[in-house]
């Protein structure tokens, strides 16, 4: 059974994915890198990183996963449509490895990069899209990368099997919200577990009943 | 020193404090009691509950506190001010066992209860409240009991020197929020601490820095 899966997705306390004022040079604008630094603190970022909680789940990302899905919203900057030599925030290597789908309304041709990833645009739903992704995914499982909006738009469809959420104790007042009133009651379908971690982290995570 | 603490207020996952759809009978609205079957589920509510980390949490609740301050949405129901039999939500013995000060532009006399719980009512901002609240504490402690809207006042005017949340793990959808973007930035004035409890609850505590 081919799964789709959400890993390392970062909110402040109040909610929100990503803060407000995003450009190409401020990938999370106001917010900046205070929803990831738990992760690159871990030695799964880098070598001398902490080795507990914390990395136990970043771990989880890679393995399994034979495709993600993200949106245009993580893939690009607001203005991206018009750079026809943008490739991605995440340099000629990207850390994901496996056929890349970005959902977008204004699609390209594909982008071969280093390290197995390719970029495919894909104008569609998101069960469209899973059912594309799953294929590419050969068997494995399809990340559902962010932004806050895709993954909110999958959960409201119920098309996501396993979710692990970082909460981060600051309060950002604005940006993409996670959480909207299309998700009232989403717990409901899922076993839901919490641990915090040392460095202030809450780990969320909703795994589908049944799975 | 007398501080101004915030005990055991429960939030979902969305930052709700209330649920949307209150009235006398629902005083939490769709709500219901779910924000708070953690509390009812430990010893300080009834004999024979848990005795682990909620219960260590809910039980600062009283210790050390000289009067409370809440909002009239907590101490009535919408249209209690056309209700002049309206003697708050808990009863003839209520759980606050001091002066409390109720934020209303609405005022009346005060009503003495049983149990030493007296209630005043404010037409006040939150420092000129808290003012108030201070003398009648004589030296001790005021808490400020919510609702959500009052707490975050309260937050925003820099006038909070303790809180303790408890994020339970239900998506509201709608409701009354805690957090606003007149918050943003807030932690930077606190130690923040996060635990998770065995009962999925992770308790959140601001403790101003230096007190």
Known sequence: MSLARVHNFAISLDGYGTGEGQDADHHFGHAGERLHEWMFATRWWQAGGSGGVDNA?????GPGIGAE???????????????????????????FHTPTFILTHHTRSSIEMEGGTTYHFLDASPAE??????????GKDVRIGGGATVIRDFLAAGLIDFMHLA???????????????????????????????????????FTRKGI
């Open 57 to 61: 789940f970043v771990q989880q990302h």
């Open 129 to 138: 899209a899973l059912e594309t992704a799953r294929k590419a995914a050969d």
């Open 167 to 205: 909460v981060v104790p600051i309060v950002l007042g604005r940006g993409v919200r996670l959480w909207g009133e299309e998700l009232e009651g989403v717990e409901k379908d899922y076993v839901v577990e919490t641990i915090s971690a040392p460095s202030g982290v809450t780990h969320v995570t």
């Open 69 to 95: 899905i993200m949106g245009a919203g993580k893939w690009g900057h607001p203005g991206w449509q018009d750079d026809p030599d943008w490739k991605g925030a995440w340099g000629p290597n990207p850390p």
